[in-house]
């Protein structure tokens, strides 16, 4: 038994003695950025506050964007909404109301 306890304790030491601190420097910085990207995951598909909530009911009720009010109304149709899927909502919102300002204004014909 006394034989294996030695045995053991050699093959430790030689991995030991085989692993360099780069390594371990890799492996610790690949650790947190494995977890971070879980975490934000878990916070993607975690679902919306009540706030939030009426934040797309808003959107669903304005007429300036149109795309944005048909996506909230799909939105506000569902049980639950994720926060992923209001991101992409409050994306697609800002982008039209950008676009809207930057249009160029109509010039209405006079007879």
Do not use: W
């Not at 964007?65 to 994306?91: D, F, T, V, W």
């Amino acid at each position: 038994m006394a034989i294996d306890l030695k045995r053991i304790f050699k093959s430790i030491l030689q991995f030991k003695s085989k692993i360099r601190l780069e390594q371990v420097y890799n492996i610790f910085i690949s650790f947190i950025i494995l977890l971070i990207l879980v975490l934000g995951l878990l916070a993607l598909n975690r679902p919306i506050s009540v706030e939030k909530f009426h934040n797309v009911l808003k959107i669903s009720e304005q007429q300036n964007c149109p795309e944005s009010q048909n996506s909230a109304l799909a939105l506000s149709q569902q049980r639950e909404i994720k926060m992923g899927q209001y991101l992409k909502l409050m994306h697609a919102y800002h982008a039209e109301t950008e676009r809207a300002h930057q249009l160029p204004a109509q010039v209405l014909e006079q007879p």
